[in-house]
């Protein structure tokens, strides 16, 4: 069996918690790379290195830093909505993104995450008393 990249506990560790610092700020995990004199390796990677070294690489820190990933773009969200800040954009575009990053839109769980996202939008556009367009226009 070829020798692993990551090929220490301390090394693993070390490794880990830069691509869930990483990730935390709401960067791609594909786009993490780690650069070591003895080993290096990218995001893609990652992966099959927490399964088989789930001691060293704890599921529940890497769910955190998806976590604070999200709210850093659940963020930006509400920035854009609500005309906050420097940040002025299109909705359908950071929905777009939204979908495309989290991977909303997987076919494994479509469904269920369509049906989650419309619950966490209307609950999102409610709090924040945005009104649909389309709506007002019916209304009209």
């Known amino acids: 069996m070829p020798k692993k990249a990551l090929g220490t506990p301390d090394l693993r560790k070390k490794a880990f918690k830069q691509f869930c610092d990483w990730v935390s700020k709401g960067n791609s995990p594909y786009t993490w790379v780690f650069v070591h004199p003895t080993a290096k390796i990218s995001g893609f990677r990652m992966n099959s290195y927490m399964k088989e070294f789930p001691e060293d690489m704890p599921p529940v820190d890497y769910e955190i830093a998806q976590a604070k990933s999200l709210h850093y773009w659940e963020g930006i969200g509400k920035e854009l909505l609500n005309g906050v800040g420097p940040r002025k954009g299109n909705p359908a575009i950071y929905q777009m993104f939204m979908r495309n ?40």
């Open 101 to 140: 990053k989290f991977g909303w839109d997987k076919a494994d769980n479509k469904k269920d995450k369509d049906d989650q996202l419309k619950t966490e939008l209307v609950k999102f556009f409610n709090y924040y008393n945005i009104k649909d367009e389309d709506e007002d226009a019916k209304g009209a």
